[in-house]
């Protein structure tokens, strides 16, 4: 069933090469975004879409508590058993298995689930942020499913959480949670400077501009970690709107890159893996670029930044 947890001095961080998992991550994506949307249909609206995203969790990914009429219902993406679990306040519990199975034939069984909950969510079947979108309920060419390949994204995404999760820790301005968002598939924090933003041009694949006006209503400095991408996928963080100079900061580690055409930093995953200090690798990278972000847009740092240990002491 679920395999035990990896051991070894890098365990926390396994291999998990892009090439190697594709047709599972595509068909995994495409599950995630019909969970993600019965999430967004039924979830009230929170600034830059904040509703919307999935959690890192003991098992692998969840939604928190969505409302539904009197009682709330909550869908985990569980890796250690595979299975899709979804949880109602009434006391039940249903299960979809995570195995090859088409996106249409997910699609069928996770609505029929919710029916069986009385739960009746109608969602646009159409994937977002994806140039190839075929709506769930046609989709039968992804059909993959490796256990040991979602398995191990979900220990990257976990590494990856708790580095986020202690970035986060030093900023007291306004800050997203760590997140996953399901239409690009990455996991995400979001640090703010208090200002409003120019209005965003919009471009994402099947996503309406408006989505991207409202994600990107205000200055930012965003960071995570994206598995499609680089050998075995690759940290980030960008700016909006880019300062002038932001791509010219120095950043650490020595493998991180401004890369012009995706119009921001990134670390490749295995460079972090294979270091010494993976953590401390990863956390230089988030510091160093959003100090690419934060100087150069003249944010008051001061107001802004603190030391989380000195919070948490008595004073």
Partial sequence: MGGAAPTGPNAGWPSLPVDEWTATRET???????????????????????????YVSARGLATSAIPYNSHLFDMEFDFCNHQLLTRSTNGEERKVRLEERSVSDFYSEVMS????????????????????????????????????????????????????????SRFIGKVSPVHFFWGAMDLAVTRFSGRTAPTHPGGAPNCGNWVMVEGYSHELSSCGFW??????????????????????????????????????????????????????????????????????????RSMLEDDPQRRASPR
């Fill in 28 to 54: 995994l994506h495409m599950w995630m975004q019909i969970v993600g949307k019965i999430r967004l249909a039924q979830s009230p609206m929170v600034n830059h879409w904040w509703q919307v995203p999935l």
């Fill in 113 to 168: 689930t919710l029916r069986s909950l009385e739960i009746d969510v109608p969602i646009m079947t159409s994937p977002r942020e994806v140039e190839y979108a075929v709506p769930f309920e046609q989709d039968t060419e992804h059909a993959s499913y490796d256990p040991d390949h979602a398995r191990r994204f979900w220990y990257q995404l976990t590494a990856a959480h708790r580095v986020l999760s202690t970035f986060r």
């Fill in 227 to 300: 598995p499609g991408g680089g050998q075995e996928g690759a940290f980030y963080c960008y700016a909006y709107p880019e300062p002038p100079g932001f791509a010219e900061h120095p950043v650490r580690p020595e493998a991180a890159h401004y890369n012009a055409a995706a119009g921001e930093f990134l670390l490749p995953y295995e460079d972090v893996r294979t270091s010494p200090d993976p953590e401390r690798t990863l956390l230089e990278f988030l510091q160093s670029t959003y100090e690419a972000a934060a100087d150069n847009a003249s944010w008051d």
